[in-house]
T-cell receptor, first 107, second 125 residues
Framework: DIQMTQSPSSLSASVGDRVTITCRAS??????LNWYQQKPGKAPKLLMY???SLQSGVPSRFSGSGSGTDFTLTISSLQPEDFAAYYC?????????FGPGTKVDIK | EVQLVESGGGLVQPGGSLRLSCAAS????????MNWVRQAPGKGLEWVSY??????????ADSVKGRFTISRDNAKNSLYLQMNSLRAEDTAVYYC?????FGSGSFPSDAFDIWGQGTVVTVSS
């Protein structure tokens, strides 16, 4: 199975801050990397697919980059509704695997 | 409205069984590939099982293989997860999720693009 890691595991930031979350795969996954946002008590929501494509309806302050084994999710200007947990997930091979998550909370 | 609604969760003793259901609406279920994903309390997301649109291809996580069975009824727009020999470590919120495909070509991207609200399974004596 492909192992996914994320850093940091948590971060504190202020509204307006630029935030970057890193995801690393244990082997090359090309661009088969997705990002999800999850708020407490809610289902995950797809933000990005194919490493850098924005899902319909997701604000443009979210962006993704990377290929191979190293990926990043960037929020250009953090908004109050962005405080949540973020998970990366590889769809390169079965089983699909998720990173352990990054919790973004208010500084 | 595009929607997935899970049901069937509850409290069950170790060794017991439960059957989860997921009702789909607002999209063409019969051509959609579907999954179950779970989340233990305070933990991350874990993929559980996959079923192709026709039901001919099925995969399971090693942690549930031989105990869980995924199935679907396209006439009823419904997905199921039969869970037997339940263990304490199966305690989680169980989500059904559609696998969406993006882009053209031989190798499109795929991701879990539609999620249900989840149903809680608690395995405890």
């Amino acid at each position: 199975d492909i192992q996914m890691t994320q850093s940091p595991s948590s971060l504190s930031a202020s509204v307006g801050d630029r935030v970057t979350i890193t995801c690393r795969a244990s082997q090359s996954i090309s661009s088969y990397l997705n990002w999800y946002q999850q708020k407490p008590g809610k289902a995950p929501k797809l933000l990005m697919y194919g490493a850098s494509s924005l899902q319909s309806g997701v604000p443009s302050r979210f962006s993704g980059s990377g290929s191979g084994t190293d990926f990043t999710l960037t929020i250009s200007s953090l908004q109050p509704e962005d405080f949540a947990a973020y998970y990366c997930q590889q769809s390169y091979s079965t089983p699909p695997t998720f990173g352990p998550g990054t919790k973004v909370d208010i500084k | 409205e595009v929607q997935l609604v899970e049901s069937g969760g509850g409290l069950v003793q170790p060794g017991g069984s439960l059957r989860l259901s997921c009702a789909a609406s607002g999209f063409t279920f019969s051509t959609s590939e579907m999954n179950w994903v779970r989340q233990a309390p305070g933990k991350g997301l874990e993929w559980v099982s996959y079923i192709s649109s026709s039901g001919s291809n099925i995969y399971y996580a090693d942690s549930v293989k031989g105990r869980f069975t995924i199935s679907r009824d396209n006439a009823k727009n419904s997905l199921y997860l039969q869970m037997n020999s339940l263990r304490a470590e199966d305690t989680a919120v169980y989500y059904c999720a559609r696998e969406g495909f993006f882009g053209s070509g031989s190798f499109p991207s795929d991701a879990f693009d539609i999620w249900g609200q989840g149903t809680v399974v608690t395995v405890s004596s």
